[in-house]
């Protein structure tokens, strides 16, 4: 998979923006960090270590695109689903 110039003349991958693609595509479903990183390898091509995907995953947490639970000692990610339109109060 190609990375763009900014992440080869930074020296990092940004997963934050294959992430959002995975979990988007899927929105219906929560999914552990292990598996993201084993997504994130058959649908982009990236390798990425546990560590990177667990950081990327903090940020999106943090800038609410990405929506984290608990179950057990198991975190799960999901994306945050947006509302479009203008909510009416009746």
């Known amino acids: 998979m190609p990375i763009s ?4 003349e930074e020296g990092s991958i940004d997963l934050t923006v294959p992430i959002v693609g995975i979990l988007t595509s899927r929105p219906d479903l929560g999914f552990s960090a292990h598996e993201i ?5 058959e649908t982009d091509g990236r390798n990425a270590p546990i560590a990177e995907v667990e950081r990327a995953l903090e940020i999106l947490v943090e800038r609410d ?6 179950i057990g000692d198991q975190q ?3 994306v945050v689903q947006r509302r479009l339109g203008f909510r009416t109060e009746q």
């Open 76 to 78: 799960w990610y999901t």
């Open 37 to 41: 990183q084993q997504l994130l390898l």
């Open 65 to 70: 695109r990405v929506q984290m639970g608990a």
């Open 5 to 8: 110039r900014e992440e080869l």
